[in-house]
C-alpha cells in the first residue's frame, strides 16, 4: 500500500485560493493508479471532489466544484495537487488524498486502498 501525506491546508478567506499537495510513496508506478481527493464536513459525509488517472494524467472532477478546482500530477515528484479557487464557506471540510489500482470507478470511496491523513480548510465568509 501506499503512504500519502497531504499538506497546504489553511484558513482562507471566501474568493481566495489555496493548493494542495499529496505526496505519494510506496508505489510501483509501472502498475497504474488512481490518486483521488476526497473531502468531509462536519457532520456531513465524504464527498469525491476529483481524481486523476496516473498513468494518462486524465482527470475526473465533482460538478460541485468544476471550473473552480483543479487536479493535478507532477509525476517526477509523485505528488498530486488540487488547486482550489474561488473559495466558498461551504468548501470548508477536511481534505484527503488517497490511492488505489486504477479500476475508472474514481468517485466511490471502496475503490482506493490508502488514505492519507488530511489537511483543514477552512473558507472564511
Known amino acids: 500500500q501506499a503512504q500519502l501525506v497531504e499538506s497546504g491546508g489553511g484558513l482562507v478567506q471566501a474568493g481566495g485560493s489555496l493548493r494542495l499537495s499529496c505526496a505519494v510513496s510506496?508505489?510501483?508506478?509501472?502498475?497504474?493508479?488512481?490518486v483521488g481527493w476526497f473531502r468531509q464536513a462536519p457532520g456531513k459525509d465524504r464527498e469525491f471532489v476529483a481524481a486523476?488517472?496516473?498513468?494518462?494524467?486524465?482527470?475526473v472532477t465533482a460538478g460541485s466544484v468544476k471550473g473552480r478546482f483543479t487536479i493535478s500530477r507532477n509525476d517526477a515528484k509523485n505528488t498530486v495537487y488540487l488547486q482550489m479557487n474561488s473559495l466558498k464557506s461551504e468548501d470548508t471540510a477536511v481534505y484527503c488524498c488517497?490511492?488505489?489500482?486504477?479500476?475508472?470507478?474514481?468517485?466511490?470511496?471502496?475503490?482506493?486502498?490508502?488514505w492519507g491523513q488530511g489537511t483543514q480548510v477552512t473558507v472564511s465568509s
Open positions: 510506496g508505489l510501483f508506478f509501472s502498475n497504474n493508479y488512481q
Open positions: 488517497a490511492s488505489g489500482p486504477y479500476s475508472g470507478n474514481f468517485y466511490w470511496a471502496g475503490a482506493y486502498n490508502s
Open positions: 486523476v488517472n496516473w498513468n494518462s494524467g486524465s482527470t
